[in-house]
Every structure is written in structure tokens, then in C-alpha cells.
């Protein structure tokens, strides 16, 4: 069965970073084009970033320059590299593969000094 189990969240710091991870299993990863989706409390889940099957990415205007999405293949699974953190990325993080209506738990993130 398909599963997304996302992990490294935490608090951090203005200005910090974090990596988040997406353990993926029960369908051909390599194949699938992958996506980060936040969610903060009362408001709409939006995406965040994505990945494509051949590595290729696109952000969202609130995170460019600031978060890298990429991909191990061998381990299936997809990273978020969020640097220079900001309180308003405060949020649920989720991953999902496009065309697949499947999600992870999520992982929080909290920016806050």
C-alpha cells in the first residue's frame, strides 16, 4: 500500500534551518513527481514545492531562493532543505506524490523565538 511518512520537524529559530524528509514506499518512486504542501492552523493547505520525475523544481513565491527540494531514488524519499526560516513558515508539512491522493501525517515546523 502507499505510504508517506514525513519527518524533521521541530522549532527553530528566525533565520535557521531544517531538512525535512518523505520516506516513500508501495508504488514505483523513481517514476512519480513529488510535492511539499504546508498547512498552518485555520488556514488552506498550499503547495509548496515540487519535483519532478527527471529532477527538475518549481517553488512557491513565499520560499524561493529560501527552500531545495530534492530526491534520493535509491532511498525513496524526497528532502525539503528550508533555510533562512521565517515565523510565517510556521506550518504542517506534507508530502505527496503527484497523481496519487495519498498523505503523510506531517511533520510540524515552528519558527519562533
Known amino acids: 500500500q502507499v505510504q508517506l511518512v514525513e519527518s524533521g520537524g521541530g522549532l527553530v529559530q528566525p533565520g535557521g534551518s531544517l531538512r525535512l524528509s518523505c520516506a516513500a514506499s508501495?508504488?514505483?518512486?523513481?517514476?512519480?513527481?513529488m510535492n511539499w504542501y504546508r498547512q498552518a492552523p485555520g488556514k488552506e493547505r498550499d503547495l509548496v514545492a515540487t519535483?519532478?520525475?527527471?529532477?527538475?523544481?518549481n517553488y512557491a513565491d513565499s520560499v524561493k531562493g529560501r527552500f531545495t527540494i530534492s530526491r534520493d531514488n535509491a532511498k525513496n524519499t524526497v528532502y525539503l532543505q528550508m533555510n533562512s526560516l521565517k515565523p510565517e513558515d510556521t506550518a504542517v508539512y506534507y508530502c505527496?506524490?503527484?497523481?496519487?491522493?495519498?498523505w503523510g501525517q506531517g511533520t510540524q515546523v515552528t519558527v519562533s523565538s
Open positions: 519535483i519532478s520525475a527527471g529532477g527538475s523544481t
Open positions: 505527496n506524490a503527484r497523481s496519487l491522493d495519498y
Open positions: 508501495g508504488f514505483i518512486f523513481r517514476r512519480y513527481a
